[in-house]
């Protein structure tokens, strides 16, 4: 088995991506963080890559939203994250898609992938592309 993770804000913006991704047609499951802090954790008990936004508006501290700080703080899912694709705003200029470097140093993991707001035509290729030959190549246990 193998997943993606993923935050979306009330924006959308990584959420169309994903969708557009169509991961479920190439065999790997798709999970959302909780938008809201009532909602019930996100639990994933299987190898994943975690697609986040960048937030902060250019201040890189505050680059990881604070769903994805919860959910990576739980143990049990950080034991399986494999790799980070994180989107921005290039108007943040070097704090672009900051997140996903944060993620990648603190969990240890390769950053695969950057795109700006909802991506490209090229750049939903390219991650569903790249996550499919990942999971293929990397054995999920």
Known sequence: MSAVVYFSSASRNTERFVEHCDFPSCGVNVFRIPLQPNAAPLNVREPYIIIVPTYGGGDARKAVPPQVKRFLNDPANREWIRGVIASGNTNFGEAYAAAGPIISRKCHVPLMYRFELMG????????????????SDTPTD
């Open 120 to 135: 490209t035509r090229e750049d939903v290729h390219a991650v569903r592309e790249g996550v499919r030959r990942f999971f």
